[in-house]
């Protein structure tokens, strides 16, 4: 991971007052408060979004109607829960703000420089005032395209390798909407999980869970006043229940989940509130989470997650030692799967060993996967890698290694997972060089990777370089070991400044610093 990047500091927005003591307009006022508070959020970052420097209100005039014109001149420097807020009050601001429509059901994005917004928003709020939307291709500016579909009546869109995302430079095609029988279908059952609940609510197994939602540390989170519930904290879990049926997801499994975590300081989900400051982002992360490794764990075992609408336990023990391994809370897992059954109103099953389920998200998390297609020999690695690494070659100011090759904890994505390459620290602007000769095969913005060089070596291996601001090599140019090839960066998926560095067999990542055993 790379270190944090100084918060940049938006222009001043001048604010002229006549001499005769004239009051400024109330745009003016709500302009240079921006611009005021926005400047004491550069000293106050750790708790910019907590607190929501900018308020969502200052975005709306008298009337309740968006000032789109005021949000566009500020958008870069407002919080993921002011813009949530924003969308939740204007439906389909977040679209018109983040992206161009070229053509009927074609949009172009663009994230404005805010990059958090750019790593965490997703397809399900640009699209949220529009369930009718079921299919999307997104193509990436290398030409990439991955066609993707819809979970729930307003959840992500997956395609076979997982979660979509969409980025800066990202065009997205609408290709299919459902029919108006197909929605209010979606819709009915939707309600009917809703209902569900809502008519078991007073059952004494969800006790401990209105309990736990009354406590101070929930009160802060902002709820609907027109959701159901009669106090604070019913409403908040209706909200997380709706949240997770309009995901397409087993809310049962989303409500087990917070208690299992129940993290203090505003963690409302544990291990994913690092970096991810809000109760409503943690809610969205873990319910992706949910849906990833539904689909992860099919791949994996050839297995349904899930047997007649109840999760199973292999699948649990699964999910859970992936979103909290074992050897660091021993606990989650038995946390987690006795929640779910009471909740979900269903025994326990007779014999619960969460031994396969650990196996196999131990074998998944380190690409044990039916998508690794073509394996790497310890042979091909030891000749691509005969050379070694040097860090000081890469990146000469600097070359200090802050996140090796291996599981570890994403810092964005908030969950253990494979880092298939080095993070190399340094500052914006220093020289990143090449690993060894090659031929460059890509130079250009490329998903997470933000602006990403690729080297073909001669020994057909591939070199990667992510997260650059500044590229200065062309396709198909000639390199040499030790030379340029551009400037660090923090363009992508990215938490500060940093190169990434990969090394590709076959189309696998392998470990740069690998050392054998002679």
Same mark, same amino acid.
């Given at each position: 991971m790379g270190k944090e990047t100084p918060q940049q500091v938006p222009p001043a927005i001048e604010v002229t007052t006549p001499p005769e003591a004239v009051p400024p307009s109330t745009e003016a006022k709500e302009a240079q408060e921006v611009h005021d508070t926005t400047q004491d959020g550069v000293m106050k970052e750790s708790r910019r979004e907590r607190v929501n420097i900018i308020k969502a209100d200052q975005f709306f005039d008298r009337s309740g109607k968006l000032k789109t014109d005021f949000l566009e001149e500020n958008v870069a420097f407002t919080s993921i829960e002011v813009l949530y807020q924003i969308e939740e009050k204007s439906p389909g601001a977040l679209l018109e703000v983040f992206s161009e429509k070229t053509a009927d059901g074609v949009y172009k994005f663009d994230f404005k420089d805010n990059t958090q917004a750019e790593s965490r928003i997703g397809l399900s709020w640009f699209f949220k005032s529009m369930p009718e939307i079921r299919n999307v291709n997104v193509k990436y500016p290398d030409g990439t395209e991955r066609v993707s579909e819809r979970k729930g009546l307003v959840g992500s869109f997956y395609d076979g390798?997982?979660?979509?995302?969409?980025?800066?430079?990202?065009?997205?095609?609408?290709?299919?909407?459902?029919?108006?029988?197909?929605?209010?279908?979606?819709?009915?059952e939707k309600d009917q999980l809703v209902s569900s609940f809502e008519q078991a609510k007073g059952d004494p197994k969800f006790s401990s869970?209105?309990?736990?939602? !009354?406590?101070?540390? %929930?009160?802060?989170?902002?709820?609907? @006043?027109? *959701?159901? +519930?009669? &106090?604070?904290?019913?409403?908040?879990?209706?909200?997380?229940?709706?949240?997770?049926?309009?995901? !397409?997801?087993?809310? %049962?499994?989303?409500?087990?989940?917070? @208690?299992? *975590?129940? +993290?203090? &300081?505003?963690r409302f989900f544990g291990v994913m509130a690092e970096g991810c400051e809000g109760f409503e982002m943690q809610l969205e992360m873990a319910i992706r989470m949910i849906r990833t490794h539904e689909m992860s764990y099919k791949d994996v075992s050839?297995?349904?997650?899930?047997?007649?609408?109840?999760?199973?336990?292999?699948?649990?023990?699964?999910?859970?030692?992936?979103?909290?391994?074992?050897?660091?809370?021993?606990n989650h897992f038995n946390n987690l799967y006795k929640n779910y059954f009471s909740y979900k109103g269903t025994s326990e099953p007779a014999a619960v060993n969460p031994a396969e389920g650990r196996r196999l998200a131990g074998l998944y998390m380190n690409g044990g996967s039916s998508k690794v297609r073509n394996p790497v020999s310890e042979i091909q690695k030891r000749e691509v890698l005969a050379s070694g690494v040097h860090l000081k070659q890469l990146v000469p100011a600097n070359g200090r290694l802050t996140s090796p090759y291996g599981v570890r904890f994403h810092p964005i994505d908030h969950v253990w997972k494979m880092h298939t390459g080095l993070d190399?620290?340094?500052?914006?602007?220093?020289?990143?060089?090449?690993?060894?000769?090659?031929?460059?095969?890509?130079?250009?913005?490329?998903?997470?990777?933000?602006?990403?060089?690729?080297?073909?070596?001669?020994?057909?291996?591939?070199?990667?370089?992510?997260?650059?601001?500044?590229?200065?090599?062309?396709?198909?140019?000639?390199?040499?070991?030790?030379?340029?090839?551009?400037?660090?960066g923090s363009t992508g998926k990215s938490t500060g400044s940093h190169l990434h560095f990969e090394i590709r067999i076959n189309g696998q990542a392998v470990n740069p610093l690998e050392k054998f055993n002679n």
């Open positions: 390798e997982g979660y979509v995302e969409v980025m800066t430079g990202y065009e997205v095609t609408v290709t299919k909407q459902a029919t108006p029988a197909e929605l209010q279908s979606l819709k009915a869970f209105f309990d736990m939602l !009354g406590d101070k540390k %929930y009160r802060s989170v902002d709820v609907d @006043k027109n *959701e159901k +519930g009669k &106090n604070h904290a019913e409403k908040l879990a209706f909200h997380v229940f709706e949240v997770s049926a309009d995901n !397409g997801v087993d809310p %049962y499994l989303t409500m087990s989940l917070l @208690k299992a *975590e129940n +993290g203090n &300081n505003e050839s297995k349904e997650p899930s047997i007649n609408g109840v999760y199973t336990v292999d699948f649990l023990a699964y999910f859970s030692e992936i979103y909290s391994p074992s050897a660091i809370n021993s190399i620290d340094g500052e914006t602007g220093d020289q990143v060089n090449a690993w060894k000769d090659g031929t460059v095969s890509f130079a250009g913005r490329k998903g997470g990777y933000g602006n990403l060089v690729i080297i073909k070596h001669d020994d057909g291996s591939q070199s990667y370089y992510a997260h650059l601001k500044q590229i200065d090599v062309k396709k198909g140019q000639r390199i040499s070991g030790g030379n340029p090839i551009g400037l660090m």
